[in-house]
């Protein structure tokens, strides 16, 4: 299943209570951050007083979505030392949280023993579970979608574990 940003805009729009992340990739071959990145590896940083350079519309939504009540928690899995995307991702989610998300870094060392999915994904109100399938280096193929309830709740049980081990964005240095 393909899935434009309009069509998750609007999943992300119908949930009611929590949308989660885990993310577990150190790298990501995401066509619209690759111009980001390429600035990042060159020294550019954004700025915290200029609100209007950061990422739209990804930022916009998060705001509305959160303004509503849901909570948006992000949790990510990362190698240490962590890969250059990874140190690029970390620069910049401080305008991630400004706009409501919750985020959490876990070194990989510490997820050894977890039962994880094989895939990154999204949880939608603990229900239905989207799937972010990625090629060998990291471009974004498609989504699997499911609201099986046994696969909802061994990846709530994956995503809740991996948060309790996590440290929040703002003590997690890279």
């Not at 995401?30 to 550019?44: K, L, M, R, S």
């Not at 909570?71 to 620069?91: C, G, K, L, Q, T």
Request: aromatic share 10%.
């Amino acid at each position: 299943m393909s899935q434009s940003l309009t069509d998750f805009a609007d999943l992300i729009r119908s949930v009611q209570v929590s949308a989660v992340h885990l993310e577990m990739r150190d790298t990501y071959g995401v066509e619209n951050e690759i111009e980001g990145f390429t600035a990042w590896q060159q020294g550019h940083r954004l700025d915290p007083e200029d609100r209007a350079s950061w990422w739209r519309p990804w930022l916009d939504l998060v705001r509305e979505v959160t303004a509503k009540g849901v909570v948006i928690r992000r949790a990510r899995i990362v190698s240490e030392p962590v890969s250059d995307y990874i140190a690029f991702e970390h620069s910049g989610t401080f305008t991630n949280v400004a706009a409501g998300e919750q985020i959490r870094w876990l070194p990989r060392r510490n997820a050894s023993d977890l039962a994880l999915h094989g895939n990154d994904c999204w949880i939608f109100d603990g229900r239905l579970v989207q799937f972010n399938i990625f090629d060998g280096v990291g471009r974004w193929v498609h989504t699997d979608q499911t609201d099986d309830p046994a696969v909802a709740e061994r990846c709530v049980s994956a995503f809740e574990a991996v948060w309790d081990r996590a440290v929040p964005h703002e003590k997690y240095t890279v």
